[in-house]
């Protein structure tokens, strides 16, 4: 690249200018980098590429996930200003696809970038939005009118969100067919130490069977459900299978309030279940507590016995 023009010295020694391509020639080869190279790259090359750069073909997906999974959880992306970073990526793209975007994986993003996906984007379809101290119940319920063709909703790890948007999102998208409603570990929150603000983490929602009763009740068409650490007990998980019969994945792992025989009966009736994820997990001494999962005999029923280790 040239230092101000775009530009490149060619073998046979003349120069070409990267900025006088065509406008469909650079949308054609921005469609073929990845949404993180084009952000930390092609915007800044000149104002004829930041242009190509607002497509609204090229903003129909926004994924920033595959960053979040690739990397160790850091404790500054809990800081406002990171929030602030994000939301402003987000706003940007929603204004730049200009009702075409279909699908946003992000994390730490906020009300204030939400609010505007709800006005602006009514034909998406996913929305992964883990980690989000900020997004509450009163921006999802926007997001559920503004956004009815949603099909896949991840609110894993967003404690301000409650059944309250679960049931607005089931009234609203009748298309939904993959929710993640996944907790962080509170059986031993250690693994967090550090990087999760001890605040956020004594947050954890408390109503599993709240949330497992507006599940199975506003959302009878899902395929896959995730509720990791959910605090559920068996008449939740009863409530789940019984309004949500045509589940093929459940992921149940590290509900600690369901024996394995609450599973097993629960699970019985669904007849299109494919895969299930159960609570096998080890709980350290630090955190065992004897007046909530009972006499050691009954560890047998309540964990499975290969996995538990003391």
């Known amino acids: 690249m040239g230092d101000k023009g775009g530009g490149t010295d060619t073998e046979s020694g003349t120069r070409s200018d990267w900025s006088e391509l065509t406008h469909e020639c650079l949308v054609s080869i921005l469609s073929r980098l990845t949404f993180e190279d084009r952000w930390k790259g092609t915007l800044l090359v000149c104002k004829s590429w930041l242009h190509a750069n607002k497509e609204p073909c ?3 997906v926004f994924n920033l996930q595959t960053h979040f999974d690739s990397v160790t959880e850091s404790p500054r992306w809990w800081d406002p200003r990171f929030e602030k970073k994000i939301d402003n990526m987000l706003r940007s793209v ?3 696809a200009d009702g075409c975007l279909t699908e946003i994986r992000v994390s730490h993003c906020s009300d204030r970038a939400l609010n505007l996906v709800a006005q602006r984007c009514p034909n998406l379809q996913v929305l992964s939005i883990k980690s989000c101290p ?22 894993s790890f967003c404690y301000e969100v409650s059944y309250r948007t679960l ?3 089931g009234k609203n998208c009748l298309n939904l067919r993959i929710l ?8 031993d929150p250690s693994q967090h130490a550090g990087i999760v603000p001890n605040e956020y983490l004594n947050a954890c929602p408390q109503d599993g069977d709240t949330e497992a009763a507006a599940i199975a009740k506003y959302m009878p068409h899902l395929l896959h459900l995730e509720i990791r650490f959910s605090k559920l007990s068996a008449r939740g998980l009863l409530l789940i299978s019984q309004g949500c019969s045509n589940l093929e994945f459940l992921d149940l792992s590290g509900c600690a309030n369901v024996t394995s025989r609450d599973i097993a009966n629960s699970s ?3 007849k299109n279940l494919k ?6 997990f080890y709980i350290p001494r630090s955190v065992f507590q004897p007046d909530r999962y009972g006499h050691w005999s009954l560890y047998d029923e309540r964990f499975q016995t290969d996995v538990f280790r003391i």
Not at 180 to 187: D, E, F, G
Not at 275 to 280: S, T
Request: some cysteine; overall charge negative; glycine content about 2%.
């Open 58 to 60: 090229l903003n129909s």
């Open 94 to 96: 929603v204004d730049w």
């Open 134 to 155: 900020n997004v509450t119940d009163e921006c999802m319920a926007k997001i559920a009118s503004g956004c009815p063709n949603l099909r896949e909703l991840d609110i």
């Open 167 to 169: 049931e607005l999102i």
């Open 180 to 187: 993640k409603r996944n907790l962080m570990n509170w059986l």
């Open 268 to 270: 019985s009736q669904l």
């Open 275 to 280: 895969d299930i994820k159960k609570p096998n």
